[in-house]
């Protein structure tokens, strides 16, 4: 079994070629707006424990710019593309911003935000996790009950390039589907509103 090295957080923080990567990152970040290298950074600052300032900026640069382009998706009337590096940065930026809100007992907001990333992304299995996403909160599922009762963590795929979304759970996404229909037509009723304005 080959063991991995451990990152050795103090030579990094005087580690010039980590260092000069972390401020180029930075540069880049902002010359390209790029929501993909936003998180690259936000890794690289948390691995060499940057004060919480500094990673916050980051955090609100990643989320303000994710909302910018969802907005700029609406109208329009575009996809995410799954498939594609910043897309695929921003749809992950707006759904932990959903559970973020979801966790906060914000369950208005997060399940507007399930609601639109089910919209607005361009990935049917993700487009169903979403829907139960947002069924679960319309049922009035807490975050904790979500979590408990509904997710299956043990099936998480660590190499799934899609694994920041919760798309595993207890029971065939077809089926919660099925047991959460009444909240699933409401949510649909809600998004027809987005389909008419376009």
Do not use: W
């Amino acid at each position: 079994m080959q063991q991995t090295p451990e990152i050795h957080v103090e030579e990094l923080k005087k580690d010039p070629e980590f260092l000069a990567n972390i401020k180029r990152l930075e540069e880049e970040c902002k010359e390209e707006q790029s929501i993909a290298k936003g998180y690259q950074l936000l890794d690289a600052q948390l691995i060499i424990e940057a004060p919480e300032e500094e990673i916050n900026e980051i955090f609100t640069f990643i989320v303000n710019n994710a909302f910018d382009r969802l907005a700029q998706k609406l109208s329009d009337g575009e996809k995410f593309n799954m498939t594609d590096e910043e897309d695929k940065a921003t749809a992950r930026a707006i759904y932990e911003h959903g559970i973020q809100r979801y966790s906060e007992n914000d369950k208005k907001g997060a399940k507007e935000i399930f609601l639109v990333l089910n919209y607005t992304i361009d990935h049917e299995e993700l487009q169903d996790a979403m829907m139960v996403h947002a069924a679960a909160v319309m049922a009035g599922n807490s975050f904790e009950d979500f979590i408990e009762n509904l997710v299956d963590v043990s099936a998480v795929d660590a190499n799934d390039p899609l694994a920041f979304f919760i798309q595993t759970f207890t029971q065939p996404t077809d089926i919660l589907l099925t047991m959460f229909a009444k909240q699933v037509k409401e949510g649909k009723e809600e998004l027809r509103v987005l389909d008419e304005s376009k």
